[in-house]
């Protein structure tokens, strides 16, 4: 998250790139595979990649 950050700027400009880039069943299995059982990073996850 913060490369894309830092590539596109902003915060807001990271997630629009990110949205084109990557199809959501990738994002979905990134979200899952990086939150594992942590229910909070799911969620803040989820709210950036979804």
């Known amino acids: ?3 894309a950050t830092a590539i ?3 915060e ?3 997630r629009r790139h990110i949205i084109k880039l ?5 994002r ?3 979200i899952t595979k990086e939150a ?3 229910t ?3 969620s803040r996850l989820s ?3 979804i």
């Open 1 to 3: 998250m913060h490369h």
């Open 8 to 10: 596109a700027g902003n």
């Open 12 to 14: 807001a400009g990271a």
């Open 22 to 26: 990557m199809p959501l069943r990738e």
């Open 28 to 30: 979905k299995a990134l």
């Open 36 to 38: 594992g059982t942590d």
């Open 40 to 42: 909070d990073l799911h």
């Open 47 to 49: 709210g950036f990649f």
